[in-house]
């Protein structure tokens, strides 16, 4: 059996009142960790969080802030350290799909996508990573997609600032190893989420999902948990030696590694 060792860490986790945040949430309060769980809307996040509570026993601060707001990013790790004393993990994994054709993007969406996607993680990364080499390192999780390195046609500007996030990862992976900090990034692909759900707009979603499975490989559209269970390994002990890579996560659909 795997000794992810991560009770009585400390994670946050962006985005983490819906989809494949929330399922990270669940699986860290399992492994002992305690969360700070980000999103904006307030009411459900509180919502999600009791109800996360309840059902894991697990230790959950809900932090209401948006990560396109810097001082939002910086209010939130200090609200962590406040009450937990202390950041082991990061998940920036807040994010929406923003994918059209090059002409119809605007500058306004380009920026948009810039904010959300590229500066969201980096200002999470810069108001955590001095706590984490004070207490001797620490791991970070970067939600990217396969698009970001085979990138199709009309996906903009989505292919481009996820491109820049799997940078945004190796560059700090070299810069911080020495202080005991791994960053990895996970290319994701198709996977159910509250995204689907409101794309479906009410219809089934079993038929949703069976559509989208046609374009993948391994023929289904994979879990929130599924993820979950990657970044709890990446962050863990199990994973002590990886760091700078981008690994997808997607049953075969990108084209390359
Ligand atoms: N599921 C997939 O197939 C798929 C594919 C490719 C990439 N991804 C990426 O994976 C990540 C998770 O996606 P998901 O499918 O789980 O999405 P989701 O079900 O829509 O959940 C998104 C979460 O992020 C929060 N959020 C959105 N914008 C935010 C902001 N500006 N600041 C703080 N929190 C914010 C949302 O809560 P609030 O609305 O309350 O803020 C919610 O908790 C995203 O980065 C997404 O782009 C997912």
Redesign the pocket.
């Known amino acids: 059996m795997l000794d992810l060792g991560l009770q009585e860490k400390v994670a946050i986790v962006?985005?983490?009142?819906?989809?494949?945040?929330?399922?990270t949430v669940e699986r860290f309060a399992r492994e002992g960790v305690r969360v700070a769980v980000?999103?904006?809307?307030?009411e459900?996040?509180d919502q999600?969080v009791a109800s996360l509570q309840q059902q894991t026993g697990g230790e959950l601060l809900p932090i209401?802030?948006?990560?396109?707001?810097a001082p939002?990013c910086e209010r939130a790790v200090q609200e962590t350290v406040e009450r937990f004393g202390r950041v082991d993990i990061l998940v920036?994994?807040?994010?929406?799909?923003?994918a059209g054709g090059f002409e119809s993007v605007t500058d306004e969406d380009w920026l948009a996508d810039i904010?959300?996607?590229v500066m969201?993680a980096v200002r999470m990364c810069r108001h955590s990573i001095p706590v984490m080499r004070a207490n001797g390192g620490g791991s970070i999780v970067n939600?990217?997609?396969?698009?970001a390195k085979a990138p199709a046609a009309e996906a903009l500007p989505?292919t481009v600032t996820?491109a820049a996030g799997i940078n945004l990862t190796k560059s700090l992976a070299n810069e911080y190893a020495a202080d005991n900090i791994r960053v990895n990034t996970?290319c994701?692909?198709?996977?159910?989420?509250?995204?689907?759900?409101?794309r479906a707009q009410g219809g089934s979603m079993d038929q949703f999902y069976a559509d989208m499975a046609k374009r993948i490989p391994l023929g289904r559209?994979?879990e929130?948990a599924e993820?979950a269970d990657l970044v709890a390994y990446l962050c863990s002990k199990s994973g002590s030696y990886i760091t700078g890579t981008s690994i997808n996560l997607d049953g075969g659909l990108c084209a390359v590694d």
């Open positions: 962006t985005g983490g009142s819906d989809g494949l945040g929330r399922a980000c999103a904006r809307r307030r459900h996040l999600i209401s802030m948006d990560v396109t707001d939002d920036n994994n807040a994010g929406a799909s923003a904010e959300l996607k969201g939600a990217t997609i396969g698009g989505t996820r996970i994701i692909g198709l996977i159910k989420s509250a995204q689907w759900e409101r559209v994979g929130a993820y």
